[in-house]
């Protein structure tokens, strides 16, 4: 059965009121793809009735009163990524579809939508019980952050919404613990991995500086950031206070990641992999092609890229499921109605850190005095997860009704050159079985000022892979993700990355991504401060659309020269 979407559903389960209301600015996909899902099926599983509201309308009462009030609490999300990121491209243009909407038409989510949501709650529902906000949007703006639309920096979410807590990163274990809480009629009080308001700080908590002063001085908001990060690395960092006004924003500590045991638990929920019907019937959802049948292997990311979110929201310690609860999904993913023997997707956040990590990870520790990987290199204490991967697509492959697994997850080109003993034995598995006809990386550049901003592998490192993947397999196709316009990156740099495609990768890329700066990441706060964060000197950061748009012409509108040169979707190294 799905989670309750109607009060048919809920009548059905013999349920009444439901102890738990959730809103989502994506629409319900009963998959373990689906954050809402997870959430869900958590809460049943520990004994709570639930139901969902995905994509309420804002501006009438009908969807969001359908359940009246919940006896414990509300939970709120805006969905799979930031509103801001799901409405508006990087030049600030309206997006007209979205994957995850019936009818793949970008009508149903508000701009702002955990704070338009949580202030639809309040017009409906007075004084009513907690509001839990959650979800990627939450958790990258729960302290003062950059908000690129508005060009401004902005309070903490928790205090513009006017909820009660707000739940940071994966948030099964504080999900569970707050609403436990709430039936056993304790006080919120501190749970790790959430932010909540007080009057006071906590003094064995770190000071933030105040958001009155990074609003108006970058070098402090790039002060905060730096504080910000390195105690937001592990549960063993003391919390931190930031104070917003009168008020305190108490950023307790975060959660303990969960271990295989219970990832495996979460995963093996009895999701129905499918919309409900009722859903079904508004259009198609185009997102459920790619994660009915796929499988998450693993949560976490050390990459640690400096544009990108999943380190600060999933956290840097990889957790890796067992095989044999893949296996089992596999098994019951085989059994689906129209499962035609392919599984699109089998990987996490980088597929290639399946089963990887080190001490300090698993103690749930990550180091605090350098990078796993990146610019500098990988980390000789890293254990790779390379030969524990081919074993589990051995393993897949033998289960019956799979005819072929795909993995369309990144990869980590520097992983598997640094793992001697099974890179390579993995990239001749990779190319001849599992990735569709093309290899996908992302590079994101060529000029190594630019790779040492981004935190990505320098460019003698994208050379030495290429020239791998030459000598492995000839034939095999080549496609990168590069960014434009990121804080340091000029346009002569696009240009010099458009003669290195030429040169080294025989292609022009097509795709360019151009900058966009998302809530409390590192490069964003390179962005906003137009500060080196190693130096502390001014760095060039393209902020016009005209500037932008052109680093990003300097290498996808560069027609392609020289021999064997070519402009495709795929191309032939």
């Not at 613990?177 to 932010?195: A, F, H, M, S, Y």
């Not at 796993?372 to 897949?396: E, F, N, T, W």
């Not at 569709?436 to 994208?462: T, W, Y």
Request: glycine fraction near 8%; include cysteine.
């Amino acid at each position: 059965m799905y989670i309750p979407t109607s009060q048919a559903e809920l009548r059905h389960r013999g349920v009444t009121r439901p102890d738990v209301i959730l809103i989502s600015g994506d629409t319900y996909i009963d998959s373990p793809c689906s954050g809402i899902a997870i959430i869900g099926r958590v809460l049943e599983a520990a004994g709570f009735s639930v139901a969902i509201i995905a994509q309420p309308r804002t501006d009438r009462s009908d969807d969001i009163t359908l359940f009246g009030e919940p006896r414990l609490c509300w939970g709120v999300t805006a969905g799979c990524v930031d509103s801001s990121v799901a409405n508006y491209t990087a030049l600030g243009k309206p997006r007209r579809s979205c994957d995850f909407t019936p009818g793949n038409r970008n009508d149903r989510r508000p701009h702002r939508a955990t704070i338009a949501y949580t202030n639809l709650i309040r017009r409906y529902f007075k004084s009513t019980v907690p509001i839990v906000l959650g979800g990627i949007e939450a958790s990258l703006r729960r302290i003062a952050h950059y908000d690129y639309i508005s060009g401004a920096v902005r309070r903490s979410v928790l205090l513009d919404a006017k909820a009660d807590i707000l739940v940071y990163g994966m948030g099964e274990r504080a999900i569970l613990n707050i609403v436990q809480r709430l039936e056993q009629g304790e006080p919120l009080g501190v749970i790790p991995g959430t932010c909540t308001l007080d009057s006071y700080p906590k003094q064995e908590y770190v000071d933030l500086p105040p958001y009155e002063e990074v609003a108006k001085n970058r070098e402090a908001f790039g002060q905060m950031f730096s504080l910000f990060s390195r105690h937001n690395r592990s549960h063993c960092e003391p919390g931190l206070n930031q104070r917003h006004g009168h008020r305190y924003l108490l950023h307790h500590p975060p959660a303990v990641p969960l271990d295989s045991t219970e990832l495996d638990h979460i995963y093996e929920l009895p999701y129905m992999h499918n919309v409900p019907p009722a859903i079904r019937q508004q259009g198609e959802v185009r997102a459920l092609h790619t994660i009915r049948h796929s499988i998450t292997t693993h949560r976490g990311c050390y990459g640690q890229c400096s544009f990108c979110a999943i380190a600060l929201h999933q956290g840097r310690c990889v957790v890796s499921r067992s095989s044999r609860s893949i296996v089992r999904e596999a098994q019951r993913l085989t059994q689906l109605e129209g499962f035609r023997g392919t599984l699109p997707d089998l990987g996490g956040p980088t597929a290639n850190m399946y089963g990887s990590g080190c001490q300090q990870m698993q103690q749930g520790d990550p180091c605090a005095h350098r990078y796993c990987i990146g610019y500098d290199g990988v980390c000789p204490q890293l254990k790779h997860g390379h030969r524990s991967q081919m074993q589990l697509l051995q393993a897949l492959e033998a289960v019956d009704g799979i005819k072929s697994i795909r993995i369309a997850s990144g990869i980590r080109f520097d992983l598997i050159l640094a793992d001697v003993k099974n890179g390579r034995a993995y990239l001749e598995q990779l190319v001849d079985h599992h990735l569709g006809g093309q290899m996908k990386i992302a590079p994101e550049h060529s000029e190594n000022d630019v790779l040492q901003f981004m935190n990505k592998p320098r460019a003698e490192v994208l050379q030495k892979f290429v020239r791998l993947l030459r000598s492995v397999r000839p034939q095999a196709y080549l496609s990168c993700y590069v960014i434009a316009a990121h804080p340091g990156c000029t346009k002569k740099h696009m240009e010099n990355f458009a003669r290195f495609a030429r040169r080294e990768l025989k292609f022009v890329p097509e795709q360019v991504q151009v900058f966009t700066p998302t809530p409390s990441t590192l490069s964003t706060t390179m962005f906003h401060s137009e500060l080196d964060p190693g130096s502390g000197n001014t760095l060039f950061c393209e902020k016009g659309g005209q500037g932008r748009q052109a680093q990003r012409e300097a290498v996808a509108g560069a027609p392609p020269s020289g021999k064997g040169a070519r402009r495709q979707r795929r191309f032939r190294t």
